[in-house]
């Protein structure tokens, strides 16, 4: 099949009904449609949108695809920028991908980043005695990291920036003045690490993103600041993730009770149902390099499609009631499947499947521990709901919660 074959968006260009509808773009107009896949013009380009597992293993295992101009540039150099990891394909992008891997996966980095982050955190909610999750767990998180980076208090302890980190992935989906403003933020985020790589400590993560060996020299020191934002900006990322989770918890405190006394195991699997039904980036692009055919439908070189995150992890195939929050569906990280794409799809070490997922569901299960074990809090009046038609989308209020206080044993 061509995509002059594939049933078509009415609308001559969909670029205001993608800002209008976020998340529900492609998945709803594939069920009115009767396709899993549909042609669309979007900014001018004509762009192929599909959503399910066909188009995840497209993006995320079949060859002669680029990210490169696949993203609009704000989104790149907000979220990625030239010459990062993500921009890469083939060995070069598997020789670097095996560093993320090896710093993430590999060394311990989920287990000491959990506890440093429900270390921090409960002392700073108990401090501060009210917070907005989304706030405070973003900032705690950012401070953890760029510490556990190897990067020192004139870093770690800077508000402006630890907010910027939060912000490179906050404003993605937004246009005007605020995102301009992140960029340039950006650029002094990487200015002050680029100054702060000579006091980091020889072994930690920074500085061996720093020293590590391409074509038998070190990365150019601009692509290596990128690479380390690369591995800061994800983790910070996490604090959506932690004030979706909170939010279950604020509308629904069966579950609160029930992780007070949860093992790691059964809080894990309470985090990773929250990545599914949870509305974080709705959707991932690639390019055709070379006319390509994947599962019934010839592709032409220079081909823009776009893969549905969102629709798919909602899929009703896939998952039974998909409107339903239920843990019990016995999702992890490590045996993904083709549909349970929170972080992409496709095998982590050779594909564009993001390597932080273990790290994320260890910081999420430690943020449920310290909501449901090390303090006690009260839910206030409040927007609880998620607007779909804002990317990333978040909890309106960010999840506010009062009279936050150590538990005590008969709390």
Not at 148 to 153: L, N, R, T
Not at 306 to 314: E, I, S, V
Not at 320 to 341: D, T
Not at 348 to 359: D, F, L, M, S, Y
């Amino acid at each position: 099949m061509t995509p002059a074959a594939l049933p078509a968006d009415k609308a001559f260009d969909s670029t205001l009904a993608l800002l209008r509808e976020g998340y529900r773009f492609i998945p709803e107009r594939c069920a009115r449609l009767g396709s899993d896949a549909f042609r669309a013009r979007i900014m001018g380009r004509k762009v192929i949108c599909m959503t399910g597992p066909r188009g995840i293993r497209l993006l995320y295992g079949a060859g002669g695809l680029t990210r490169q101009g696949a993203l609009p540039p704000t989104v790149l150099r907000l979220l990625q920028d030239k010459g990062s990891v993500q921009q890469m394909e083939g060995a070069a992008h598997r020789h670097r991908k095996a560093l993320f891997m090896t710093l993430l996966m590999q060394e311990g980095a989920a287990e000491q980043l959990a506890s440093d982050f429900a270390r921090t955190w409960a002392q700073d909610l108990l401090a501060q005695g009210e917070t907005c999750v989304l706030d405070s767990a973003s900032d705690t998180l950012a401070g953890v990291v760029c510490a556990w980076a190897g990067f020192g208090p004139q870093i770690s302890q800077d508000p402006r920036l630890r907010k910027t980190l939060y912000e490179m992935s906050a404003r993605t989906g937004s246009v005007g003045p605020g995102v301009i403003a992140a960029l340039m933020r950006r650029r002094g985020v990487e200015r002050r690490l680029a100054a702060a790589l000579a006091d980091v400590p020889s072994g930690s993560p920074a500085r061996r993103i720093a020293a590590f060996r391409e074509d038998g020299a070190p990365l150019p020191p601009e692509v290596a600041v990128v690479e380390i934002l690369n591995l800061l900006r994800p983790v910070v990322a996490v604090g959506r993730w932690i004030a979706y989770a909170a939010r279950i918890l604020a509308l629904e405190p069966d579950w609160r009770r029930a992780l007070a006394t949860a093992d790691t195991a059964s809080a894990a699997q309470f985090c990773e149902e929250v990545r599914r039904v949870s509305p974080f980036f709705p959707m991932t692009g690639a390019i055709t390099t070379k006319p390509l055919c994947h599962e019934g439908l010839d592709l032409p070189r220079g081909q823009w499609v776009l893969a549905d995150l969102w629709g798919t992890l909602h899929d009703k195939n896939a998952f039974p009631l998909p409107e339903q929050f239920h843990p019990g569906r016995q999702l992890s990280w490590r045996n993904p499947g083709a549909c349970f794409v929170p972080h992409g799809g496709g095998d982590t070490a050779t594909t564009h499947r993001c390597p932080g997922e273990k790290v994320t569901v260890a910081l999420m299960v430690s943020a449920m521990q310290v909501l449901c074990r090390a303090v006690t809090w009260d839910v206030p009046v409040q927007d609880l709901g998620v607007a779909l038609d804002r990317i990333p989308a978040a909890p309106a209020s960010g999840v506010r919660l009062i009279q936050l206080r150590a538990r005590g044993d008969g709390a």
